[in-house]
């Protein structure tokens, strides 16, 4: 079955840097785009990064120019680089994939706090 498991979270001060990794197993990996989420308190669930499985990317406005999404195909892993951090980037961070339905791992905790 599917799974993913999402790591890398945790406290760190603004202007920081987190790198988060999600574990895909349960599917061939190379052949499915993945995507980064990210919901903060009291809001709702927002895409911040796409990698597809050809390597296009595309994020957020809010992530551009801070935020790097990349795979390691090999290690059927998905990692999301986040530098220049802000407090307002404090959410649980998802991985998904959709393979004929959505799947989700079970977040990683950032917070961004000084």
């Known amino acids: 079955q599917v799974q993913l498991v999402e790591s890398g979270g945790g406290l760190v001060q603004p202007g920081g840097s987190l790198k988060l990794s999600c574990a895909a197993s349960?599917?061939?990996?190379?052949?499915?785009?993945m995507s980064w989420y990210r919901q903060g308190p009291g809001k709702e669930r927002e895409l911040v990064a796409v990698i597809s499985s050809t390597g296009s990317i595309k994020y957020a406005d809010f992530v551009k120019g801070r935020f790097t999404i990349s795979r390691d195909n090999a290690k059927n892993t998905v990692y999301l680089q986040m530098d220049s951090l802000k407090p307002e980037d404090t959410a649980v961070y998802y991985c998904?994939?959709?393979?004929?339905?959505?799947?989700w791992g079970q977040g990683t905790q950032v917070t961004v706090s000084s």
């Open positions: 998904k994939v959709w393979r004929n339905q959505d799947y």
């Open positions: 349960g599917f061939p990996f190379r052949m499915y785009a």
